[in-house]
T-cell receptor, first 115, second 110 residues
Framework: GAVVSQHPSRVICKSGTSVKIECRSLDFQATTMFWYRQFPKKSLMLMATSNEGSKATYEQGVEKDKFLINHASLTLSTLTVTSAHPEDSSFYIC???????????FGPGTRLTVL | EDKVVQSPLSLVVHEGDTVTLNCSYEVTNFRSLLWYKQEKKAPTFLFMLTSSGIEKKSGRLSSILDKKELFSILNITATQTGDSAIYLCAVERAGNMLTFGGGTRLMVKP
């Protein structure tokens, strides 16, 4: 149980285009999902906390107009990187927290490459 | 299917105890194994292990990788209440893809 999927696993796009990444909890309901970005030296940065049915809470320094997050249901959150630039190239990871729980379950990540 | 399994799921100890957390994996195209500590927000990076048998150490924490038996351990000596957290193991595969384990929740009581 507690499986989180992300789609796509890899995406290559041209500069200026938008890319949508989906995060799904497959066998549980998640009121809260988190979006992370991995930086060099393996550190993970929390970008935003996504709550079902409400606006996402963005961390300081993360542009909400550039990284659009929608949490439309208890099993799906999407991250859209708008007008992507090469510096947005990274590994994006989501995690989902079980309703009434503290555990987070991580997705497999999405590798975004912007040319 | 790639798999990373951590044990135990949770652990309660008293300050001063030593704990050993386990991470076993079955992945294709293994590149490295990472340990993170998660308290509130983003997991904090602890160690990256790529070679078998070489211990990485940082203060009271140490970790080692066994690529033959496909596992890693994270040791914490003289535990403190501040060590209470969820410890995550992740395996990096070729293409910089990560597979996380389910984590071990550690609680250190005074």
């Amino acid at each position: 149980g507690a499986v989180v999927s992300q789609h796509p696993s890899r995406v290559i796009c041209k500069s200026g285009t938008s890319v949508k990444i989906e995060c799904r909890s497959l066998d549980f309901q998640a009121t809260t999902m988190f979006w992370y970005r991995q930086f060099p030296k393996k550190s993970l940065m929390l970008m935003a906390t996504s709550n079902e049915g409400s606006k996402a809470t963005y961390e300081q320094g993360v542009e909400k107009d550039k990284f659009l997050i929608n949490h439309a249901s208890l099993t799906l959150s999407t991250l859209t990187v708008t007008s992507a630039h090469p510096e947005d190239s990274s590994f994006y990871i989501c995690s989902a927290r079980v309703v009434l729980g503290n555990e987070q379950f991580f997705g497999p990540g999405t590798r975004l490459t912007v040319l | 299917e790639d798999k990373v399994v951590q044990s135990p799921l949770s652990l309660v100890v008293h300050e001063g105890d030593t704990v050993t957390l386990n991470c076993s994996y079955e992945v294709t195209n293994f590149r490295s194994l990472l340990w993170y500590k998660q308290e509130k927000k983003a997991p904090t990076f602890l160690f990256m292990l790529t070679s078998s048998g070489i211990e990485k150490k940082s203060g009271r924490l140490s970790s080692i990788l066994d690529k033959k038996e496909l596992f890693s351990i994270l040791n914490i000596t003289a535990t403190q209440t501040g060590d209470s957290a969820i410890y995550l193991c992740a395996v990096e595969r070729a293409g910089n893809m990560l597979t996380f384990g389910g984590g071990t929740r550690l609680m250190v009581k005074p």
